[in-house]
């Protein structure tokens, strides 16, 4: 009896393996930070929209490049005094892999396509739909990486008139 009550309890609970297989395939989100003088959507796409995103010192920032899978998307954003926007999309090519003796990590990227519209962190902050919507970029604001709500990233993209590469058509103005 108690091998019965084993085993119907474990064909309710799949195997951990199985379970973390299904959360790698689930499509994911982030944002991507950086310095518009260090490395700009200029400069990605003049690289033939390939980059290595390295140079994360923060342990949390590191946590999430290391949490990136092939094909997630990410945003690309202008930080800074002048330029605080989202202005394109990439997506991961290659899964984090150590950079260097220094305890750094990259991942590799190329580019989607640039946003329609670039979307101003201060067009995020008034947001009625972004403000309730926990976004990391609001209370972590210095993280250089931030893991994007599904939510989050398809009120974005609505802001923005999606991107280059998205599926959807021109906006119209």
């Known amino acids: 009896m108690k091998r019965t009550k084993k085993m119907k309890k474990k064909a309710q609970n799949p195997p951990k393996e199985a379970q973390q297989e299904e959360e790698r395939q689930q ?11 260090e ?12 980059s290595k995103w390295d ?5 949390q920032a590191q946590k999430y490049l290391k949490s990136m899978r092939m094909g997630d998307l990410c945003f ?11 202005v394109g999309v990439v997506t991961v090519v290659k899964e984090c892999y150590d ?4 305890g750094g990590v990259a991942v590799d990227m190329a580019a989607v396509g640039e946003m329609r519209r670039p979307v101003d962190l201060a067009e995020m902050k008034v947001d009625e739909r972004l403000k309730v919507s926990g976004f990391a970029l609001f209370r972590q604001p210095r993280l250089s990486v931030v ?5 989050v990233w398809k009120r974005v993209c609505e802001l ?8 959807g058509g021109e906006v119209e103005d």
């Open 27 to 37: 499509q994911q989100y982030w944002l991507l930070k950086t310095e518009i003088g």
């Open 39 to 50: 490395w700009s959507w200029e400069d990605q796409s003049a690289n033939g929209g390939n």
């Open 55 to 59: 140079g994360v010192k923060n342990k």
């Open 76 to 86: 690309f954003y202008h930080s800074g005094a002048k330029a605080r926007r989202i």
């Open 99 to 102: 950079d260097g003796d220094d």
């Open 147 to 151: 893991p994007v709500p599904a939510e």
């Open 160 to 167: 923005g008139g999606g991107y280059e590469g998205d599926g």
